[in-house]
């Protein structure tokens, strides 16, 4: 008989690490939970951070309500971090050097900002955004300055792009791939989400081979292989480091992250993980999603205390541009063809395999079709692509 569990340590303090506590609370977990986060605040969410918050909502965007997460007695650590596991003595160490014991452990510790140049750090002008302090930070700046350039054309940089147009910055966004989004998704996507900041008169600079930032008396110079800039401000949003170390000394089996079972567990006993530092366990990326963050550690949680879960939802995430909102549920498959469809509404791009399955749904303003096309997904349904594509037809349809 396995021995009971009296003492939970979860790392991180983040969406994952949130979901964790409730759902161990709920499941009836009555012994000591221990909350390890190196921010000072409470559980809260981050995709107001790049919108909402950073166009001036002034409020912590709370997980839950604060006296739900009282309600949980959590033994918090914070701010600390936890710096060493010892899997076989089954503790944790902590920055201040205490050392704590657990019989079951969580690693929720997510990712921070990857900058191409590590020295990009030292510059004042160079930002990223990832906590809510950094979102104050940027914020701040964002009032003051005129330029800015944004190094990176992915969800985040987007995000940011948009969000400093609505303040009336000028905007340049630098990327090397030749298209917007290029890992997530398909040309067509790509190509819609460029027109979408032409159209707010962001320039684009695709294509641009490696940037070099130089400070300035006052900002900095961006340098790259199509265009020379100045700017006040840089933001940077060129990927994540999911900060693994932590896990691989502990002996854990890492990939592109945390390698995890659908029940969360990790490849040593009694160690679990969740959220962005984990790849999901079927499909084996890390996603990076809010919905991902939510709903495996709902799973890492009951598969700690034993109980039943077998997490394998699709892809899904969402952002929202100059009022615009994107969905994308699932992932690009190879050998794929896309299908757009054009309503008055919005439009959709659906990316189907060689048997007309769906692996991969985009959509603009169309948060229906997502509804749909998850049912798709789950049933891997044949998709006629004459009726997908055309918009006097009804997908209700298709159900
Ligand atoms: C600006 C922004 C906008 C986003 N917008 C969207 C969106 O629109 N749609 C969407 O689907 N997703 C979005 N996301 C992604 C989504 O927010 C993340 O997938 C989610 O936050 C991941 O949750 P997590 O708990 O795994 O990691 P996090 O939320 O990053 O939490 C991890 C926590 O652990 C802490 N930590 C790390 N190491 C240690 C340590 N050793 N000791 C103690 N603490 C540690 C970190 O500081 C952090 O507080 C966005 C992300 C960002 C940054």
Redesign the pocket.
């Known amino acids: 008989m396995s021995e009971p569990i009296s003492r939970i340590v979860v ?7 949130g979901w964790a506590c409730k759902t161990l609370r709920e499941e009836g977990f009555g012994g000591t939970l221990t909350v ?4 000072p605040h409470d559980f809260y ?3 107001p ?2 919108k909402a918050v950073l166009s001036g909502d002034a409020s912590l965007p709370r997980l839950f309500p604060e006296d739900d997460v009282a309600g949980w007695s959590i033994d918090w650590r914070r701010p ?3 710096t060493h596991i010892d899997s076989h003595a089954h503790t944790v160490t902590l920055d201040d050097g205490e050392r704590l014991a657990y019989d079951r452990l969580l690693i ?4 921070t900002p990857r900058l191409p140049d590590p020295r990009w750090a030292e510059h004042d002008d160079v930002l990223t ?3 809510w302090d950094d979102a104050q930070r940027l914020k701040r700046r964002l009032a003051d300055a005129r330029r800015l350039a944004v190094v990176g054309g992915g969800w ?1 940089g987007l ?1 940011v792009a948009a969000t400093a147009r609505r303040l009336g910055l000028e905007v340049e966004v630098f990327e090397r791939q030749a298209a917007l989004c290029a890992r997530s998704v398909g040309p067509e996507v790509s190509e819609a989400l460029a027109a979408l900041h032409l159209r707010e008169n962001v320039a684009l600079r695709l294509n641009c081979g490696d940037v070099a930032i130089t400070p300035l008396a006052s900002g900095v110079r961006i340098t790259s292989d199509v265009h020379d800039t100045q700017a006040d401000l840089a933001v940077v949003g060129t990927g994540v480091d999911f ?1 693994l170390e ?1 896990a691989r000394e502990a002996g854990v089996a890492t990939q592109q992250g945390i390698v995890v079972d659908q029940a969360g567990a990790t490849s040593v006993a009694d160690i679990f993980a969740a ?3 984990t790849q999901h366990p079927v499909l084996g990326q890390c996603l ?6 939510q709903n495996q550690a709902i799973a890492a949680a009951r598969g700690l205390l034993g109980k039943a879960a077998a997490y394998d939802d699709p892809a899904w ?3 929202d541009q100059y009022g615009t909102n994107i969905q994308i549920l699932g992932t690009p498959c190879p050998d794929t063809r896309c299908v757009v469809r054009q309503e008055p509404l919005g439009t959709s791009f659906f990316y189907l395999d060689a048997a007309d399955r769906l692996c991969q749904a985009v959509t603009f303003d169309q948060p229906r079709h997502i509804k749909l096309a998850k049912r798709w997904l789950a049933a891997r349904r044949v998709l006629d692509p004459d009726m997908l594509g055309d918009p006097t037809s009804n997908l209700m349809r298709l159900r």
């Open positions: 790392i991180g303090g983040g969406q994952a690490a390890v986060a190196d921010e969410e981050r995709p951070l790049s600390k971090r936890a929720a510790t997510g990712a955004l990832r906590s985040i995000e900060g932590l959220g962005d530092v990076q999603s809010w919905g991902y963050a995430l969402w952002s």
